[in-house]
């Protein structure tokens, strides 16, 4: 929790499929303590016409002036865009929250510089479960950690794995595996749609031990996500089903509220999970 007598100021870096409902909800008061102060986007006119509703509508800034406007800054963008506005973050002792989670394991020095700025990289749950479980056996010793996604195809249409192999899915008929690998492998291979393979393996064993597999699957019409965990504490099988942004089937609705779920927790007098 942020201790401090004004509202803890926040600043959003994209406002899209995420971005743009965590900043309705915030600039409607519906995270008490929290004020929307920034938001930067690459397409001005079209933000400013998105926010004509607002009851405060920030300025629009660069995404380096981002963390000398504001306490908290929420990252929403391609993952080619993130150390723009991830180190300035860090760099100020910001809280910085990242959804282009994968991003984060290829710039690990950004924990090592937090440690010596007190910043705090602070990852949503996002479109996962359990993330409050996989710490509490990590506390412990975990022996295995696998996620299996199935997503409708459109959701991994142009994927940077399946553009390199020459791999299309569209009408498929049957579930197509698509990916097996750590972690780390798939999110290079789908930055857009396994952020959360990367947010359970820093949860919990590291991303070249954590298993996934990716399947497109013309059966299902939500993104489906399957944790296994095995360790010396418990055995976790847990299973969530997002229904997909309409606008953007590679994300889960989900993925926003986890956003201000997270930010809640920086302002509430009760927080309730590890």
Do not use: Y
């Not at 942020?2 to 994209?14: D, N, S, Y």
């Not at 989670?101 to 290829?106: E, H, N, R, S, T």
């Not at 700025?117 to 949503?124: C, F, N």
């Amino acid at each position: 929790m942020v201790a401090r007598t004004g509202p803890v100021k926040l600043a959003i870096a994209g406002l899209g499929a995420i971005g743009l409902p965590v900043a309705r909800r915030v600039d409607a008061g519906d995270v008490p303590g929290l004020a929307l102060v920034a938001v930067s986007v690459r397409d001005e006119a079209k933000a400013r016409k998105a926010m004509a509703g607002f009851r405060r509508p920030p300025p629009l800034l660069g995404l380096a002036a981002l963390a000398d406007a504001a306490d908290v800054i929420v990252e929403c963008l391609p993952s080619a865009r993130f150390l723009e506005v991830a180190e300035p973050a860090v760099t100020r002792g910001r809280i910085f929250m990242p959804l282009s989670v994968g991003a984060l394991i290829d710039h690990m020095q950004l924990v090592e510089l937090a440690a010596k700025t007190g910043a705090r990289i602070v990852v949503p749950t996002g479109a996962l479960l359990g993330l409050d479980a996989v710490r509490a056996t990590a506390e412990g010793r975990i022996t295995s950690a696998t996620i299996v996604t199935r997503k409708p195809p459109a959701g991994l249409a142009g994927a940077p794995l399946l553009a390199a192999q020459g791999l299309s899915v569209d009408g498929l008929k049957a579930p197509l595996r698509v990916f097996a690998g750590s972690a780390r492998e798939a999110i290079a291979g789908f930055p857009a749609n396994v952020n959360v393979a990367v947010a359970l393996s820093l949860a919990g064993i590291g991303p070249d031990r954590t298993q996934v597999e990716v399947w497109a699957d013309p059966g299902v019409t939500r993104n489906t996500h399957t944790v296994t965990v095995r360790s010396d504490s418990s055995d976790l099988t847990m299973t969530i089903e997002n229904i997909p942004d309409p606008d953007n089937p590679r994300t889960g609705r989900i993925t926003a509220l986890s956003v201000l779920a997270a930010l809640r927790r920086l302002t509430s007098p009760l927080v309730v999970g590890s």
